[in-house]
Structures are given as C-alpha cells and as structure tokens.
C-alpha cells in the first residue's frame, strides 16, 4: 500500500473510532433513543451526512465496536495449519479470550464494559442490527471451512451457524452473571468448563471439522 493511502486509511479509522465513541459517551448518558444523530455529528463536530457516509445508521455507531471481531471467527481458521482443526482452533481461541477477559466473551466486570453491554443488551434495535453482524460471521466463517475441510456451502453454512450460536450464547451466559453482580474472577471457572462441555458437543456433531 502506497504511503498515501496509508495515511487515508488511517485516518478514516481514526475517525470511525473518534465518531463512535462520541456517539457511544451520549448514549450512556441519555440514553439511545434520546440522542439524535444530528446531536452525535455536532459533537464529533462533522456535518450529518459526513456521518452517514462512516456509519449507515444510528445502531452502527454502537456496533462499530463488533466490527473488527466479524471476520474473527474466519480469520481464526484461514490461519489455522494442520493437523490443527477448525473447532479445536476455535475452541483455543475462545478459552484464551476467556483467560484475557476479553469483553466479546462476556467475561468482563470493568464497568465501561457492563455500561456498554448494558446499552446494547437494552436497546431492541441495537440487538435486531447485532444479528445482521453475526449473519455476516457466519458467511464469512461458513468460507474459511469450506477452504480449509471442503463440504458442500450448506454443510459449511450450517455448521458456521452453529459454532456462532455457541459462541454468543456462551457470551450471553457470562455477561449475566457479571451482570447479576459475579466478578469475572468467579465466573471464570464455570464459563471455562462450559466453553469445554459446548465444543465437545460441537465436535461430536460435526466430525468433519474436528
């Protein structure tokens, strides 16, 4: 990539980060609904349809956050060599994001953190525009197994949907009980033995790539 286009590509994401946040500080103080986005493009002092053109609609801003974990899943398996396989490579993934307390995993008692999963958790259209991310997860995950252990598209499109759909619920699971008042050092063993239960029974569903 040429110099240039670098600095472009920098700093359009510096912009993305800049402009979600400021949108995301608004929400938490008001509340979703009561802060307009022409309210959100004043403050990060770019004009509406600056904004629109970064973020298509007023749930994006929120969910920019997701953006860099969508291909994550994918990206875990193009990666992964043999004899390594998908789901033992996921299963890796997951457990260290677990140990690392990474957010995306629901293992996190930061307050900003809850303060984050608290908007999203409760705003309906913020979870209607979640799925929309999480389709597109699975696409992108249903192509790396396809790549790396053949199968026919809906073979590997059925499986995606279920590893995703482990891994959310998984999430879900430990963001409550973080939630409910648990330290993420408490919840960590169970959601740590769960994780183990739920990807053994991935693989014993799906042989093909275990």
Known sequence: MAPEASLRELKKQQTYATVS???IALFLERGFEKVSVA?????ARISKPTLFRYFPTKEDLVLHRFADHEDEPARVVSTTKP?????TALEHHFLDGLARHDPVTGLNDAEPVLAFHRLLYGTPSLVARLYGYQ????????GALTE???????????????IIAVQRTLALENWHRVAAGASA??????????AVAAFAQLRAGLSRYA
């Open 135 to 142: 389709t597109r997860s699975e696409q992108s995950l249903a």
């Open 21 to 23: 946040e400021t949108a």
């Open 83 to 87: 004899p390594a396989t998908a789901l």
């Open 148 to 162: 790396a252990h053949g199968g026919t598209p809906l073979e590997s499109r059925i499986a995606a949907a279920q």
């Open 185 to 194: 050092e408490e919840v960590a063993p169970l959601a740590t033995t769960e």
């Open 39 to 43: 309210e959100v493009a004043a403050a």
